[in-house]
């Protein structure tokens, strides 16, 4: 993000006139969600006082994002409770298919991916992974790489939601992993693990202006979306 992100965590990069986390905040609440917390990390002060309660990483700097969402699991343990990645934005309607959608552990991916990754990436295979669902709706493979676009279903969305039975499936794996995998697993590895294992992930195709902020480049071609009038997303 070059020096977008020097001094301020990503999910405070401005979108649209917003921070990202603003975007996402209005599309959860717009879904019915009363309830959202933060998880912090680097420069945790900067999310204090906006609207939500905070959970914090202390080793932050050590580890990756499962770690991080373990530091919720006062919440995730209770009751069901939507997921969502800090740089990315999506409509209220992707987070209402997520609700309703059966499972105790539900994702939510992008069918049309390919449009969205050709703008970004002279080669979409340069940064796009793998995912696959059977006939029923679960995955089935998500987040290796691979060198053919047919065998890419959808992208992942960073949207995601566990039931506290779900959750307790993650814990469950999470225990039986030695401290240096734990620290370094990221989300998309605990899917695929979980996967393995036997564990049902379901996914749910949503359509819809959405995205994942990696770059600068990536930046520029949102902005344009949202001068252009492409992008809707909560209350302007």
């Not at 580890?63 to 800090?86: H, K």
């Not at 987040?143 to 469950?172: C, E, H, N």
């Not at 899917?191 to 520029?220: C, F, H, N, Y």
Request: glycine share 10%.
């Amino acid at each position: 993000m070059g020096g977008l992100t020097d001094t301020s965590p990503k999910c405070l990069v401005r979108l649209g006139g917003r921070p990202l986390l603003e975007w996402q905040m209005l599309a959860l609440r717009d879904a019915g969600i009363e309830h959202i917390a933060i998880v912090t990390g680097w420069q945790a002060e900067q999310l204090a006082g906006r609207g939500a309660e905070t959970f914090h990483n202390p080793r932050w700097s050590e580890t990756n994002m499962v770690m991080s969402l373990a530091a919720a699991a006062e919440w995730l343990g209770v009751e069901p409770c939507v997921v969502s990645y800090s740089d990315v934005f999506y409509p209220a309607s992707a987070v209402q298919a997520l609700i309703a959608f059966a499972g105790d552990i539900t994702i939510t991916y992008d069918p049309e991916w390919l449009v969205q990754w050709s703008r970004r990436f002279a080669d979409p295979l340069a940064d796009a992974e793998s995912f696959e669902t059977d006939a029923e709706g679960r995955v089935t493979d998500i987040g290796r790489r691979t060198d053919s676009v047919a065998k890419i279903k959808g992208q992942y969305m960073g949207l995601l939601k566990f039931t506290p039975p779900g959750w307790a499936r993650v814990a469950r794996l999470l225990e039986g992993l030695a401290p240096a995998e734990r620290d370094r697993l990221d989300m998309t590895g605990l899917l695929q693990r979980l996967i393995a294992v036997g564990t049902e992930v379901r996914g749910v195709a949503v359509k819809g202006p959405w995205g994942e902020v990696d770059s600068v480049s990536d930046l520029a071609v949102y902005e344009e979306d949202f001068r252009r009038g492409r992008i809707q997303i909560g209350h302007r």
